[in-house]
């Protein structure tokens, strides 16, 4: 599995002030970055990725949480080599909101 961090979720780290926050949001991307490469089956990003829960009504939304007040909206997506013709999933780091909205602004499409 691939790993993708989207235009969004960079908009949303700079609205960020906090560096400590900032710092921690770092790690966990790193983190899943490492341990994404490993995953086969999407069930197993639950076991892999610390602190992830998939997105109640959704088949490939996850939510991270970072801290108390903040998450990372994740999503696999797949996807299709143009040159060979294989395809393959990706997970994306799609948002990174205030737990109060990233149920209603992460949406899976």
């Known amino acids: 599995m691939k790993f993708r961090i989207i235009k969004s979720f960079a908009k949303d780290l ?9 710092k921690k949001v770092k790690n966990i991307a790193l ?12 069930d197993e990003i639950t076991f892999k990725v610390a602190n ?5 009504g ?4 996850f939510r991270i949480k970072v801290d ?8 696999i997506d797949n996807e299709k080599d143009e040159l060979t013709n294989e395809e393959y999933k ?6 990174f909101l205030h737990r109060k909205h990233i149920y209603k602004k992460f949406k899976n499409k």
């Open 14 to 22: 700079k609205k960020i002030k906090d560096k400590s926050l900032l």
């Open 31 to 42: 983190d899943i970055k490492e341990e994404v490469k490993n995953i086969e089956n999407e």
């Open 52 to 56: 992830s829960k998939k997105i109640i």
């Open 58 to 61: 959704s088949k490939n939304a």
């Open 68 to 75: 108390s007040s903040y998450r990372i909206g994740a999503e």
């Open 90 to 95: 990706v997970f994306s780091l799609k948002r």
